[in-house]
């Protein structure tokens, strides 16, 4: 979307702000033995006190308020009575939702409780490579050369990418162009970001695989190599300088 006037600027603060508080208390409201059916509905209790839309809901009838994704999932889980968190699980939750016309979108991987099975670098990763990504995000940058800022740092660190999810514009709906904000570079992609423009910046960072794959239930992601993915994601503004990040009040990088 393209900010042009003020009015729009505060709709997208608006509903960041919402999409941004949800996700941070689902994160805190998170406990072992808590269902994910659980967690998801309190967050659709809160995006219905601020009188938001859940947006996988209302885009493409997903069976949820949000994506709730566990362990060797990598998107798109489906919140379920019978899927109970644990000590240690990696989790993911992406919250995204629509407010008087104006959409964002925001995620975080977290490990619940003791890090008994080593998660927390692969985390830590994720979320340090997204923040370094935005800092280097400006009106007039190409958008092929921060897919290939978050593949080297990820290699760096001795990590992958997966590489057919992708950032996205966002604003006016859930995804807008620019539609592949990817993770890793296209040569022949010139697209530039554009300034005053919203876009939702999301790093998916792996341990084995490079592609995501659905599942049976037509909506779970998960790896073609097994393994782990991280995601975090923020809708950003884009200026001339460093971006204005939207959704902050999901205490992203406090995590």
Known sequence: MSISNESELKGMKKVSEVVG???KLMREYAKVGMST????????EILKHYEAKSAPYETYGFPGYSCI???KEIAHGIPSAKKILREGDLIN???SAELDGFWSDNGCSFVLGNDIHHHQPLVDASKQILFKAIQNIKGGVKISDIGHLIETEAKKRGFKVIKN????????????KPEDILNYRVKTNQERFRKNTTVAIETFISTDSTIAMELNDGWTLVGNKGGYVT???QTILVTDSTPII?????????V
């Open 246 to 254: 939207l959704t902050e009040s999901n205490d992203l990088w406090n």
């Open 69 to 71: 994704s566990v362990n």
């Open 165 to 176: 999810l992708a950032g996205h514009g966002v604003g006016r709906s859930l995804h807008e």
């Open 93 to 95: 939750i992406d919250v």
């Open 21 to 23: 508080t949800t996700l």
């Open 37 to 44: 059916k659980e967690l998801d509905e309190y967050g659709g």
């Open 231 to 233: 995601q975090h994601e």
